[in-house]
């Protein structure tokens, strides 16, 4: 079974601009979480998705957004980016929100 | 809320030695908690979990855990260090939601040769 997949993998951005990240699931499974990951603040939890529905979110700013689609794949948004927005962002996946959580391989965000 | 301490952000150990990587938690209620381990430039790995089933949690690699409830830990231990394990460990817990993680800052194992 193929694993969580995240494109792209390296992303370079400006101030200001927006971004869009993508997480592939893997397959068969419903749940999808974000986080991420820097080395000032480590691993912080951005949001979670099950069936199409956000159910939980951290304590982000709501430049931070994000959807899942009817076939589980998950996006997420940053818009207006920040220098500290520089980051690697995990994505997560499960078979149920009571399931153990595989990691996708992240998408390292720089911004300049 | 919860919190996860990871003592050490650097732990030093010859190869065969034992490897020792602290975490202890707070939590108000009966914790789920995690180890998982993270290579350069990739994402995390599964080591083990604790779900309130057998407070010795052995997991893959040879690596294992013991939950403590009176001393809030739940330390991460393997016998003999291989210098494949050298990576970063990261201890995780949540309550009732297995999919809203709080992570620790992680401690970065070296393997001396």
Known sequence: ?112 | AQSVTQLGSHVSVSEGALVLLRCNYSSSVPPYLFWYVQYPNQGLQLLLKYTSAATLVKGINGFEAEFKKSETSFHLTKPSAHMSDAAEYFCAVSEDNFNKFYFGSGTKLNVKP
């Not at chain 1, 792209?8 to 699931?25: A, E, F, N």
């Not at chain 1, 529905?53 to 997420?76: A, D, I, L, Y």
């Not at chain 1, 500290?84 to 300049?112: E, H, I, K, M, N």
């Open chain 1, 1 to 112: 079974k193929a694993g969580v997949t995240q494109t792209p993998r390296y992303l370079i951005k400006t101030r200001g601009q927006q971004v869009t990240l993508s997480c592939s699931p893997i397959s068969g499974h419903r749940s999808v979480s974000w986080y991420q990951q820097t080395p000032g603040q480590g691993l912080q939890f951005l949001f979670e998705y099950f069936s199409e529905t956000q159910r939980n979110k951290g304590n982000f700013p709501g430049r931070f957004s994000g959807r899942q689609f009817s076939n589980s794949r998950s996006e997420m948004n940053v818009s207006t980016l920040e220098l500290g927005d520089s980051a690697l962002y995990l994505c997560a996946s499960s078979s149920s929100p009571t399931d153990t959580q595989y990691f996708g391989p992240g998408t390292r965000l720089t911004v300049l």
